[in-house]
């Protein structure tokens, strides 16, 4: 007896829209990719080639798809942050299921308004809170479930988000300036919200916030240095932000992330012209970026429980998300990139450690295995073998209000938001 195959149709050809695509092409037996768009037509037709979607699935834009009459089971929505709840709300009256990427809007209102009318439509939304559906943090919340740490007080948490990987996405890149997208703490933590959310079980009650951009500024320029990044800035050879990592890469043979978010190329001399060219190859100090590069949220929970959580540009690789869950009984001290959970029982003194072991095959597409995980979940939603997602869009705007409710803190020195009062000026 053969198996129903979900169709798919992705609007947003880029990283994000790629993760996603290469997860269903392992799944060949269930999903079935029969419609895309993106506003850069060599994206769209690279994508259409390696996903072998035909050319009348073929689309200039998300608005020209979804002028259409519906086209598949579901919509990937992978479209840039202040776009998603212009493409969600007609897909769902449309009679769409969605896989929305994060944040889901930048404005909780809207996260409100799409979550209405997925419920009025009776349309499954999915979030794409990742870390949820990773190995890893499924282990710390079972941990975390079964009581073996007592009651838990406090949760120390940290996000290094790795100097490259500033200076590429929130320096020079696509989320460099919160005007045009969405403040940092959104863009890139929304994400961790939503994972305490879900492994305390609680509520945010009350949030505050310091943090600023303080490196990547023109007054933090090496002295002499061009506004593009060449080799004859004087600080060519020892800045860490240099273009040089890119062109190390390329001379490498490596085009995968993040220098395929750079240039479509395939060979040295052709990516140098585009990264030269193009916004990367601006000098990082000499940018148009104004989120922050380091910032601190001070976060209560219900019940007396606080977290302190730490973003950070300046950290070296596989400085990941860590965290310390501390109870009464025991605590936990793990880290997502070294993949294992230190456990210490206080009145035994044992410690156990707990390696996460997943697949290479399946993990390939990032966030340790939690693309993958989630698009196998989202075909036992949709056949019906699942009662809801682990991620719904209900389950969601509370991470959006803490993220926004975050930086109102920030941008106000630091004030307490108490976040009934928040949501009533919404």
């Known amino acids: 007896m053969s198996q129903k195959k979900i169709t798919v149709a992705v609007v947003g050809c880029g990283s994000r829209g790629n993760a996603y695509a290469s997860s269903i092409k392992l799944m060949p037996e269930k999903f079935e990719i029969v419609a895309c768009s993106d506003i850069i037509p060599d994206k769209m037709e690279r994508f259409a080639a390696e996903y072998g979607v035909p050319a009348e699935g073929c689309y200039p834009s998300a608005e020209v798809l979804l002028e259409q009459e519906k086209l598949a089971d579901v919509l990937f929505i992978c479209t840039m942050d202040r776009q998603h709840y212009g493409h969600a709300i007609p897909a769902l009256k449309k009679g769409y299921h969605l896989v929305l990427e994060k944040p889901a809007s930048t404005d909780p209102k809207e996260c409100m308004e799409i979550a209405r009318v997925a419920n009025e439509n009776d349309r499954h939304v999915v979030v794409c809170h990742v870390l949820r559906y990773t190995p890893y943090f499924r282990k710390v919340k079972e941990i975390v479930d079964s009581g073996v740490l007592g009651k838990v007080y406090n949760i120390m948490a940290n996000e290094g988000v790795t100097y490259w990987h500033q200076a590429h996405s929130f320096v020079r890149g696509n989320w460099r300036n919160s005007d045009e997208t969405c403040p940092m703490i959104m863009q890139k933590c929304c994400h961790d919200m939503d994972i305490f959310l879900w492994i305390t079980g609680k509520h945010c009650k009350a949030i505050s ?218």
């Open 209 to 426: 916030s310091f943090g600023a951009l303080s490196h990547f500024k023109r007054e933090c320029a090496p002295e002499g240095s061009p506004e593009r990044c060449t080799e004859e800035c004087p600080a060519y050879a020892t800045c860490p932000y240099s273009i040089e990592r890119y062109l190390h890469h390329a001379k490498n043979g490596c085009f995968g992330w993040p220098l395929d978010v750079v240039s479509p190329a395939t060979n040295y001399e052709d990516f140098r012209r585009d990264l030269l060219a193009g916004p990367y190859g601006r000098c990082a100090y000499k940018c148009d970026n104004n989120v922050v590069d380091h910032q601190v949220v001070n976060v209560l929970f219900e019940d007396d429980l606080t977290l302190t959580f730490n973003m950070c540009a300046f950290t070296n690789e596989h400085t990941g998300r860590g965290l310390h869950i501390m109870g009464t009984m025991g605590d936990l001290v793990s880290n997502l990139d070294d993949n294992k959970i230190k456990l210490t029982h206080f009145r035994q003194g044992i410690e156990e450690v707990e390696y996460i072991d997943y697949s290479a095959e399946t993990d390939q597409f990032g966030h340790g295995g939690g693309d993958y995980v989630l698009v196998s979940d989202l075909y036992d939603l949709l056949t019906g073998n699942m009662p809801n997602s682990v991620t719904s869009i209900n389950d969601s705007v509370e991470s959006h209000i803490m993220c926004l409710a975050a930086e109102k803190s920030r941008v106000a020195g630091g004030e307490l938001v108490r976040i009934e009062d928040y949501v009533k000026t919404l």
